[in-house]
């Protein structure tokens, strides 16, 4: 079986904060294709999704709990 990948999500701290950097610092043109919760970025032939760490977290029955030393977006 051939295998392929479509889409990389991350989950962030503050979506808003994060979706600022990818448009205005790297100048990444976001999909209409994503919803309020879900920001989709077209990387020639994948997406990189961005998604609210807390729900992700929930999404994936796991605990929010990052290192203290990791304080990204």
Known sequence: MRQ?????TLGVKDLE??????????K???STSG???????PLGGIFLGLYPRKL?????TVADDPP?????F
Do not use: M, Q, R
């Open 35 to 41: 919803t309020d919760n879900l920001v989709l970025f």
């Open 68 to 72: 203290d030393n990791l304080d990204l």
């Open 56 to 60: 992700l977290a929930e999404d994936a």
């Open 17 to 26: 904060k994060s979706l600022e950097f990818y448009e205005k610092g790297l």
């Open 4 to 8: 392929k990948l479509n889409i990389i």
């Open 28 to 30: 990444w043109e976001k």
